[in-house]
T-cell receptor
Framework: GDKVKQSPSALSLQEGTNSALRCNFSIAATTVQWFLQNPRGSLINLFYLVPGTKENGRLKSAFDSKESYSTLHIRDAQLEDSGTYFCAAWNSNNRIFFGDGTQLVVKP | NTKITQSPRYLILGRANKSLECEQHLGHNAMYWYKQSAEKPPELMFLYNLKQLIRNETVPSRFIPECPDSSKLLLHISAVDPEDSAVYFC?????????????FGHGTKLSVL
């Protein structure tokens, strides 16, 4: 969407490598969520963030509300990390805006 | 995610009427219907909070939501159109008053012949 810009739109990684996805916001985002839509189509919660950072296994996410961006770092990419990653941001009017997604393919 | 169940999982329709069902077992107050077309992010259709319709985005009138209780959500579709082919996700959050984490069901894939 135009309020949440995700980059890159597509990404191919070798298994075992690291990468980072980014979302830039043109709204005053108060909280951010990251989802993985797996090849079966399920939307899986990865992170829910107020400004700050969170880590879960090989994934780490940060949200900077002053600079209006969020990042998702993937360490040691695995085949099962493949899918489409969406970030979504809530504004102060309780509306949520989704980015257009990053399509990630992890290759052996 | 077995805490938000949707039925049916797949639906193939001609110009017929059908209802999609959702039930959440999370004790959440807010429930949503989203439509996801191919290669796009989910788009909000309807939002209920405590059984009240709070948000009704620009959706064709052939889509009629119903919230019989705070844990259940229905989407009635009449005379479907080929442009309605998409995955319909039910979602829930603790409330819509504050920006609470959103949880999605597994979706209903609708294919219109």
């Amino acid at each position: 969407g135009d309020k949440v810009k995700q980059s890159p739109s597509a990404l191919s990684l070798q298994e075992g490598t690291n990468s980072a996805l980014r979302c830039n916001f043109s709204i005053a985002a108060t909280t951010v969520q990251w989802f993985l839509q797996n090849p079966r189509g399920s939307l899986i919660n990865l992170f829910y963030l107020v400004p700050g950072t969170k880590e879960n296994g090989r994934l780490k996410s940060a949200f900077d509300s002053k600079e209006s961006y969020s990042t998702l770092h993937i360490r040691d990419a695995q085949l099962e990390d493949s899918g489409t990653y969406f970030c979504a941001a809530w504004n102060s009017n309780n509306r949520i805006f989704f980015g257009d997604g990053t399509q990630l393919v992890v290759k052996p | 995610n077995t805490k938000i169940t949707q039925s049916p999982r797949y639906l193939i329709l001609g110009r017929a009427n059908k209802s999609l069902e959702c039930e959440q077992h999370l004790g959440h107050n807010a429930m949503y219907w989203y439509k996801q077309s191919a290669e796009k992010p989910p788009e909000l259709m309807f939002l209920y909070n405590l059984k009240q319709l709070i948000r009704n985005e620009t959706v064709p009138s052939r889509f009629i939501p119903e919230c019989p209780d705070s844990s259940k959500l229905l989407l009635h579709i009449s005379a479907v159109d080929p442009e309605d082919s998409a995955v319909y996700f039910c979602a829930s959050s603790q409330s819509r008053v504050s920006n609470e984490r959103l949880f999605f069901g597994h979706g209903t894939k609708l294919s219109v012949l």
